[in-house]
């Protein structure tokens, strides 16, 4: 099945003991069965879960182990260099100006242009540059169909001549350089015409070297680790949470726009973190006993261990403090934001990764220092996401999320785009459906993570642990009674 990090996927997994041939489901017996997300089962320790079977009540019905393995045929990518000697002259003053085009073939016979090398100007005998394509492009992960490659003489009016072309396939490639992977370059038209043709000339492989792409998954797999941290705008301009027009407001019967982003964004990423404990900040509060502002408080009143257990230990959390801390101001970011920084330092070795969730109502008052941060924090295992909520204009977060222009701060700029901005507004189903919302601000908050997750991993050459071995059930051995 199709695996999405930013989205929830629901499994059933139903037990029955078969008892004829019927299809009907009726006609067997029940065992039990068990319900879970496919990012519990990733998200598990190597990707392998153990879980009680349910369903009948008053019984054990067992446990079910459920392992998920991804498809990897397809993610190696292929580094090659090609050369040629004695091509067609093609140009009446100077020499040819070579160019390879390579095709994959298709299921029906027809063929796809899936690269092109560079011009190599004036020369018969050209040394093209090595590049790189994936197996899929190639060849759609089937060895042996033909890859066809066509040998054209650049024009600059774009009326590019053509010297010949040959076959070959993925599997003869892989051989890398060798007399089997030298391909004598035929124009099938000079061939019908002259009795004496050879060719036009030779293709030769110089080198052929397979990579293959690591995933998310694979680190994941490995034993990585997503550490989850929510940051709640707790300034004044949200309004008295007492108050139905509070952002705040506690409705009995639905979540508040806040408690929605937490719970859409929390219950995913919570798959991904073995012990379940998030920390959960505030910032912009007045504190009691003594009423001094905070812009990082922990929300259930233990700064020395700010963790929840859970999404719904963070929403509790989250309640509990609305009821004791008076709403006040500025709306600063930088001290929650150096707070998971700080943790992201310690851990440069991808073990782990920091996703920071700020939820906040808009107005920003320190960009200078929340810019720094970003930068700084662009250096570090980590991601942030912020939901909008609420009328305000956004622009400054538009700034802040650097899809459109990458941010800096004194002319320092970040090292990748790590912040990820949503208004939340965009997510309220007009029909009042929370849940289609949920799942929607969900998935586009969350789809650039293991793209950004990646990219840490990448620059800094980290490869994936190996995943633990596969499981192996004890062997019960049978005791004979003589």
Known sequence: MDYFFEERENLRFDFYDVDSKSPNLSKHDFLGQMFCTLGEIVGSQGSRLEKSIVGIP???????????????????????????????????????????????????????????????????????????????????????????????????????DFIGEFTTSYRELSRGQSQFNVYEVINPKKKGKKKKYVNSGTVTLLSFLIETEVSFLDYIKGGTQINFTVAIDFTASNGNPSQPTSLHYMNPYQLNAYGMALRAVGEIIQDYDSDKMFPALGFGAR???DGRVSHEFALNGNPQNPYCHGIDGVMEAYYRSLKSVQLYGPTNFAPV????????????????????????????????????????????????????????????????????????????????????????????????????????????????IPEQFLSYMRVRGIKPSPAPPPYTPPIHVLQTQI
Not at 96 to 114: A, Y
Not at 383 to 401: C, N, Q, R, Y
Request: glycine content about 6%.
């Open 58 to 160: 008053g019984k054990k019905c067992g446990t079910v182990i459920v392992t998920a393995e991804e498809l990897g045929c397809c993610r190696d990518s292929v580094l090659m260099q090609f050369c040629a000697n004695k091509l067609d002259k093609k140009d009446f003053f100077g020499k040819s100006d070579p160019f390879l085009v390579f095709h994959r073939s298709n299921e029906d016979g027809s063929f796809t242009i899936c690269h092109k090398t560079e011009v190599v100007k004036n020369t018969l005998n050209p040394v093209w540059q090595a590049f790189k394509i994936s197996v899929r492009a190639l060849c759609n992960g089937d060895y042996d169909r033909t890859i066809k490659v066509e040998v054209y003489d650049w024009d600059r009016d774009g009326s590019h």
């Open 287 to 289: 504190l009691p006993p």
């Open 337 to 448: 934001i150096n707070h998971v920084a700080r943790y992201a330092a310690s851990v440069k070795d991808g073990s782990q990764y920091f996703v920071l969730l700020i939820v906040t109502d808009g107005v920003i008052s320190d960009m200078a220092q929340t810019k720094e941060s970003i930068v700084n924090a662009s250096k570090l295992p980590m991601s942030i996401i912020i939901v909008g909520v609420g009328p305000a204009e956004f622009d400054a977060m538009e700034e802040l999320d650097g899809d459109v222009v990458r941010i800096s701060s004194r002319g320092r700029f970040a090292e990748r785009d790590i912040v990820q901005f949503v208004p939340f507004r965009d997510y309220i189903d007009r029909s009042g459906n929370h849940v289609l919302s949920m799942a929607r601000l969900a998935k586009d908050v969350l789809a650039e």
